[in-house]
């Protein structure tokens, strides 16, 4: 009898806390102002160097973004030069170098007159800068953020939250777009992080973006609108109460400009030319002018209850299933699952070579996908798949130039490419999480010569010292490398942390795998 009335005043406990949580957020008005992007610019150097590219209706230029360190160069030289809006769509906003220095450049368009528009997720809103949270404040800035949680700053309600709401907060925007001027549009997988960019002395990830003008970056404009005004998205304003000595408008504003000047002063940016990097970036040399579609995933996707991929998923799919000799899947984490993995079993019987790169377990920054990928190496090999695993010890690679060099490196890209002519390039991971949790986007271009860049990204991490190549001999996994000029196997996980062992371990037997 004391049991049940444990178990009684236990539920009636839960369920009161669940009612302390939702009441405190009753109070709140959630419903952002409908607001819709401004013309596309027809002023200035950027719209100059657009329009003289004389783009066919319909049609977009798309250059392929290797390079960390140019990449961010090409964020700071387009912020620079914005003379109307800046929309700015990130998963994750680091406060580090290169996260102060582009949030010093946001802030100086905002003083020029530029409206500002940047929508952050919610996952590391806690952890931003507070001088980019206060930024907020300026008449030409707002911050929106998506599905964030009710509850703030308490994790025992964070938790409650997560059970009670439907484990609604497990849904995330993994997108990533920099849109400038309604002209200019950068897409791909980096995060704003110095990882990201070839600032972190250790570390670095091997990503790629698209930069887009034309057609596709009017897609990319009309994508972030569609987001900016969801209804699973909160003006930050709304839920960011104000901290014990949290910087004014013009602390913040000091605050970041002493931070850019540090970086620009100490050297780190040795290689900072923003205008050189700019020209040659949406100058004609060089340039891809065709067809390209930018995807993207519904911003309320995991509200809509599909039981079949849509969006990015479903378009990739499609994509891949017209393939007739050769797909390559580049995807940092590769969970395939029992259906993916048969139907990618399915298009080798019918001759099409699937070929897969991926990291390895000690370059993984996620040792549990790792973990539910692994289940997955033996069929694949069997099934004629050719797997490719990316080492930590990669490095920095010919073509990925950095501020710094690194000796650690872990995969990031997201690509696909089919027949050496169509390629997709974006921040979806083939992964569960990917097609039914997470909000994705990128871009599709059906170009030979385009492909062929994202192919020699791909044959970089095959370089001898870069990556293992996976086989089987019986019913033996297998790891081989060339080190110092001699070819070496390997028949146990090619690791020495015990840590990364049983975590990858744990998600191979539990039942975790849709939320890898």
């Not at 109070?27 to 160097?49: C, H, S, V």
């Not at 392929?64 to 998963?91: H, P």
């Not at 001088?131 to 938790?159: G, M, Q, W």
């Not at 840590?499 to 939320?515: C, D, K, T, W």
Request: glycine fraction near 8%; aromatic fraction near 8%.
């Amino acid at each position: 009898m004391n049991v049940g009335k444990s178990k009684l005043s236990g539920w009636r406990l839960s369920v009161a806390l669940a009612c302390l949580t939702l009441s405190a957020c009753a109070g709140i008005d959630w419903r952002p102002q409908t607001q819709f992007a401004l013309a596309p610019a027809t002023q200035g150097e950027i719209a100059a160097r657009v329009q003289a590219l004389n783009l066919p209706p319909g049609q977009s230029s798309y250059r392929l973004l290797q390079s960390n360190g140019d990449s961010l160069l090409i964020k700071i030289g387009t912020a620079e030069r914005a003379v109307s809006s800046l929309d700015l769509l990130y998963y994750m906003w680091h406060s580090d170098i290169s996260g102060q220095l582009l949030a010093a450049e946001v802030m100086r368009a905002a003083d020029r007159g530029v409206r500002v528009r940047l929508l952050v997720d919610d996952t590391y809103l806690r952890g931003l800068d507070p001088n980019l949270k206060v930024i907020d404040r300026h008449e030409n800035v707002e911050i929106r953020v998506y599905n964030p949680y009710r509850t703030r700053d308490s994790a025992p309600l964070n938790v409650l939250e997560f059970v009670f709401s439907g484990f609604r907060p497990n849904h995330r925007m993994h997108n990533k777009s920099w849109i400038v001027d309604g002209q200019v549009a950068i897409v791909g997988g980096r995060n704003v992080g110095d990882e990201y960019f070839g600032l972190d002395e250790g570390f670095h990830f091997r990503d790629l973006g698209v930069l887009l003008t034309g057609a596709a970056a009017s897609q990319a404009q009309q994508d972030f609108d569609a987001y900016w005004n969801a209804s699973v998205v909160v003006p930050i304003a709304a839920i960011e109460n104000e901290i014990p000595n949290e910087p004014t408008l013009a602390q913040a504003r000091a605050m970041l400009e002493r931070s850019r000047e540090r970086t620009v002063s100490s050297g780190t940016l040795a290689r900072l030319n923003a205008d050189s990097t700019l020209a040659a970036s949406i100058g004609q040399d060089g340039l891809y002018i065709g067809t390209a579609a930018l995807v993207s995933d519904p911003a309320d996707k995991w509200l809509l209850g599909n039981s079949a991929p849509i969006g990015v998923a479903a378009t990739l799919k499609k994509t891949i299933d017209r393939a007739e000799r050769e797909v390559i899947l580049i995807s940092p984490y590769f969970v395939p699952g029992q259906s993916g993995a048969k139907w990618i079993a399915s298009l080798e019987r019918r001759g099409v070579q699937v070929k897969v790169l991926t990291n390895s377990l000690n370059a993984t920054d996620v040792a549990a996908v790792h973990g539910g990928y692994a289940r997955y190496r033996k069929r694949l090999l069997k099934a004629g798949v050719e797997i490719h695993e990316l080492k930590r010890s990669a490095g920095s690679l010919p073509m990925e130039s950095s501020f710094r060099g690194s000796s650690r490196a872990s995969l990031h890209t997201k690509a696909v490419i089919v027949d050496g002519r169509v390629s997709f390039v974006g921040s979806y991971n083939l992964d569960p999480r990917s097609t039914w949790l997470n909000t994705e986007m990128g871009v599709l271009i059906d170009d030979a010569a385009f492909a062929q860049e994202v192919r020699e990204h791909y044959e970089l991490a095959l370089l001898p010292g870069a990556s293992f190549e996976l086989s089987l001999e019986g019913h033996r996994l297998v790891w081989t490398e060339t080190k110092d000029g001699q070819v070496v196997k390997h028949y146990r996980e090619p690791t020495r942390s015990w840590s990364r062992r049983i975590v990858s371990f744990l998600a191979r037997v539990l039942p975790v795998e849709r939320h890898l």
